[in-house]
């Protein structure tokens, strides 16, 4: 069972997940901080002045915080946006060192050619 867990544990996939994770959760906190600290108040500035974080309704004892529930929303459609540009700024350069990789592909040996073409002329004879 312990052979299974370091097998399990040691694959590439979960050291990778695990460093997304902590770098996921760093970047969900600088996005955090520039909402809160730069964003919301220059629209409060924009919106001359209006805090939508304070925005409540009293019924009886308790409050009705729907300005925060409508902050979260903002904060998160910032988020997913920020985090869906660096993931698609990512898989671009992906895609262009993909693209890289299979323009610098090996020129095919002149052995290997000629094996190909015995190769092939051997299924042609066979099926002859």
């Known amino acids: 069972m312990w052979n299974d867990f370091k097998a399990f544990a040691f694959k590439g996939n979960i050291f990778d997940l695990a460093i997304a994770v902590v770098i996921g959760a760093a970047f969900g906190k600088i996005v955090s901080s520039f909402v809160e600290n730069i964003l919301t108040p220059l629209l409060g500035i924009l919106m ?9 309704i009293q019924v009886g ?17 910032i988020i997913a946006g920020a985090i869906f540009l660096a993931i698609r700024l990512l898989m671009k350069f992906k ?34």
Do not use: C, H, M
Not at 69 to 74: A, E, G, K, N, R
Not at 101 to 128: G, S
């Open 48 to 56: 001359t002045g209006i805090d939508v974080s304070g925005l409540k």
């Open 95 to 128: 895609r262009k060192e993909e693209e890289n990789v299979e323009k610098e592909a090996p020129p095919v040996d002149v052995k290997e050619q000629l094996l190909e073409e015995i190769r092939d002329l051997l299924k042609e004879q066979k099926t002859n």
């Open 61 to 77: 004892d308790a409050e009705i915080l729907y300005g925060v529930f409508i902050q979260s929303i903002i904060d998160f459609l």
